[in-house]
């Protein structure tokens, strides 16, 4: 398939994986998540191989550059070679990963927020009972 010189925003967004569909690539697009050359931009945007990207999502945020146009959606390992992540992006975003990582493990107190199953309640019974 030959490559194409530009694309629209949400489709790009899209194919390159960070979002489901493109009508929630559109959404934060229109929500101001993401910027082309530190401009907001409409999900309509024609964007070219070269064009810098910033993206928010889920307390994240990639910098990128656009290093490859493809339409169709792809697989996750071909869909990383459509962009370049900036080093310190990586990194921060890496950090952000491991301190969320921590607090989870902090915080998780896996206190029962379910009901007993039929198994755990049998053991119950027979606790009380015997």
Known sequence: MPELEVIRLDKWLWAA???KTRS???EA???GKVHVNDQRAKPGKE???GAKLAISKDNYRWDITITAIISQRRSAKEAVLM???????RVKREQQIIQNREQRELFDFSGRDRKPNKKERRLIHRFKQG
């Open 17 to 19: 994986r960070f979002f």
């Open 24 to 26: 929630l690539a559109a």
């Open 29 to 31: 697009i229109s929500g």
């Open 47 to 49: 964007v070219k191989v």
């Open 83 to 89: 962009y370049e992540e900036s080093a310190e992006s």
